[in-house]
Structures are given as structure tokens and as C-alpha cells.
Nanobody
Framework: QVQPVESGGGLVQPGASLRLSCAAS????????LGWFRQAPGKEREFVSA???????YYADSVKGRFTISRDTAKNTLYLQMNSLKPEDSAVYYC??????????????????WGQGTQVTVSS
């Protein structure tokens, strides 16, 4: 059983930075394909970023160049560095793990384990 737990959300002004973390029990967590998704009120959950087992990186066009995904295998932790935040980045951010192989990392349906989410609010 894998239980991801996100942290690092908060209220920041436009242009600020935040780093989200996602830690999980289970020694294989950091070896899975891992992703970040977000959901704003009244909207569907959307893909933000992913890192596959092989280290390939994926980003939504809306965050490319501003967000960076990484993982620390020794700490069993996934990160999302978010720079130049915009009000439209406000959402609950979820960490997820895909335990299978060769599934499309940008699709939420391909992830098996999800955290409870952390709120990010960007407002002046």
C-alpha cells in the first residue's frame, strides 16, 4: 500500500515561488512513475507534471518553464518547484503514483495512488 502525503502549499502573491513535497510510505514509491495534478473549484482535475520510472519529464503547457518536477529516491519524496506563480495556478495540488509500466503519464486515470492534496492560492 502506498499513501502519498503532500505538503508545502500556501497563500502567496503573484510572481512568488513555492515548493511542494510529496512523501510516501512504501520503499518503491520513488521508483514508480509519479505525477502532479491540480484541481480548481468548478473545474476538472488537470495534469501538471510527471516524472516516469526512466526519468522522462512531462509538463503541461501552462506550467512549462515555470515549474520543475524532481524526486529524491533516498528520501522517497517527490517535489514540484513552482516559480513565477500566477492566480490561475490556484488549485488543490495532488501527488499520484503509477505502479504499472508504459502508461501515459499525463492521464489521471493511469495513477493508482493519490494523496489528499495541498491548497495553493496565488492572490494579491
Amino acid at each position: 500500500q502506498v499513501q502519498p502525503v503532500e505538503s508545502g502549499g500556501g497563500l502567496v502573491q503573484p510572481g512568488a515561488s513555492l515548493r511542494l513535497s510529496c512523501a510516501a510510505s512504501g520503499r518503491f514509491f520513488s521508483s514508480f512513475s509519479l505525477g502532479w495534478f491540480r484541481q480548481a473549484p468548478g473545474k476538472e482535475r488537470e495534469f501538471v507534471s510527471a516524472i516516469t520510472r526512466g526519468g522522462a519529464l512531462y509538463y503541461a503547457d501552462s506550467v512549462k518553464g515555470r515549474f520543475t518536477i524532481s524526486r529524491d529516491t533516498a528520501k522517497n519524496t517527490l517535489y514540484l518547484q513552482m516559480n513565477s506563480l500566477k492566480p490561475e495556478d490556484s488549485a488543490v495540488y495532488y501527488c499520484a503514483a503509477d505502479t504499472a509500466y508504459n502508461r501515459i503519464p499525463t492521464q489521471a486515470r493511469n495513477y493508482d495512488y493519490w494523496g489528499q492534496g495541498t491548497q495553493v492560492t496565488v492572490s494579491s
